[in-house]
């Protein structure tokens, strides 16, 4: 049974936006976080994003800080979008998107229990 979902991948030039969407309706942590992950080919996975509910509590990697922007469509966070905006070639790579259970409030990019399968973004110069 897939948990975690992914859509909204794509091929775009340099400033660019895409939208992601992220599934997670099958999770019914009432606390929980909802990160969005990347890999690029050859580097490690990085933390993009993540929000917890029902704090709203969110963090952001320094390297989407400002054009990016992670956003629950709902209270239970079943659907969450990542806006990124002005996309630069280097954001190319695989996105994840992936839920822990959150009972505290505090949001890092660390422990991760459930994943998705990915969906591809590639930005053209």
């Known amino acids: 049974q897939v948990q975690v979902s992914e859509s909204g991948g794509g091929s775009v030039q340099a400033g660019g936006s895409l939208r992601l969407s992220c599934v997670t309706a099958?999770?019914?942590?009432?606390?929980?976080?909802v990160g969005w992950f990347r890999q690029a080919p050859g580097k490690e996975r990085e933390g993009v994003a993540v929000q917890r509910t029902p704090s709203g509590s969110r963090k952001y990697a320094d390297s989407v800080r400002g054009r990016f922007s992670i956003s629950p469509q709902d209270n239970a966070y079943n659907l969450v979008y990542l806006e990124m905006n002005s996309l630069k070639p280097e954001d190319t790579a695989m996105y994840y998107c992936?839920?822990?259970?959150?009972?505290?409030?505090?949001?890092?990019?660390?422990?991760?229990?459930?994943w998705g399968r990915g969906t591809q973004v590639t930005v053209s110069s």
């Open positions: 099958t999770i019914t942590y009432r606390k929980k976080c």
């Open positions: 992936a839920v822990k259970y959150c009972p505290e409030d505090y949001v890092d990019f660390s422990g991760f229990t459930t």
